[in-house]
Antibody, heavy 124, light 111 residues
Framework: QITLKESGPTLVKPTQTLTLTCTFSGFSLSTSGVGVGWIRQPPGKALEWLALIYWNDDKRYSPSLKSRLTITKDTSKNQVVLTMTNMDPVDTATYYC????????????????WGQGTLVTVSS | NFMLTQPHSVSESPGKTVTISCTGSSGSIASNYVQWYQQRPGSAPTTVIYEDNQRPSGVPDRFSGSIDSSSNSASLTISGLKTEDEADYYCQSYDSSNLVVFGGGTKLTVL
């Protein structure tokens, strides 16, 4: 059974750096084809993909946020960490992590398992 | 930048059929798989269609997906609408650089 859970601060101040941890079970990020992504959703708005890390440490970022994001993995701890610098009130959102499997040719697959999400508010 | 455009909202009566479109801004939407997610208020998204037209186990066959190359669109069709189908629906694919793209979401009202 695959589960994922996000953790981190619920409140950050503008200009601070946000660090979120996704702790998962039921799969290993050292298994070929496995990936974990981060997606966020501002209140009342649409889903926005942020970043993705694969079993081979290949990393992909949203072009609009690439300069602010870093994604890493700790295979031994079954964790993926996302950092986002220079937080702004517009970054207030629920942040989700999700599991995916790559398809043939390295094509991104479906986000088939999601965490419950964690709401991060950016305010002074 | 590759974008996916969805109608902001659709509504239909119980028992009827509704179709939600997802139009690609460039290239061929048929070149990359499309997924559809359902999100109920306060919950994380769940997959209702993956790889254009595949249903995960547990998703009723009232849900179906298709691709129309002529309009560069993907569609999610829900037949025999139930009040429990009322939710937000998001399409998702990826661009030529294998970066994830989500549509803007469609609010389905079943009234």
């Amino acid at each position: 059974q695959i589960t994922l859970k996000e953790s981190g601060p619920t409140l950050v101040k503008p200009t601070q750096t946000l660090t979120l941890t996704c702790t998962f079970s039921g799969f290993s990020l050292s298994t070929s084809g496995v990936g974990v992504g981060w997606i966020r959703q501002p209140p009342g708005k649409a889903l926005e993909w942020l970043a993705l890390i694969y079993w081979n440490d290949d990393k992909r970022y949203s072009p609009s946020l690439k300069s602010r994001l870093t994604i890493t993995k700790d295979t031994s701890k079954n964790q993926v960490v996302l950092t986002m610098t220079n937080m702004d009130p517009v970054d207030t959102a629920t942040y989700y992590c999700a599991h995916t499997l790559t398809l043939f040719g390295g094509v991104i697959g479906n986000f088939d398992y999601w965490g419950q999400g964690t709401l991060v508010t950016v305010s002074s | 930048n590759f974008m996916l455009t969805q109608p902001h909202s659709v509504s239909e009566s119980p028992g009827k059929t509704v179709t939600i479109s997802c139009t690609g801004s460039s290239g061929s939407i048929a070149s990359n798989y499309v997924q559809w997610y359902q999100q109920r208020p306060g919950s994380a998204p769940t997959t209702v269609i993956y790889e254009d037209n595949q249903r995960p186990s547990g998703v009723p066959d009232r849900f179906s997906g298709s691709i129309d190359s002529s309009s560069n669109s993907a569609s999610l069709t829900i037949s025999g609408l139930k009040t429990e189908d009322e939710a937000d629906y998001y399409c998702q694919s990826y661009d030529s650089s294998n970066l994830v793209v989500f549509g803007g979401g469609t609010k389905l009202t079943v009234l």
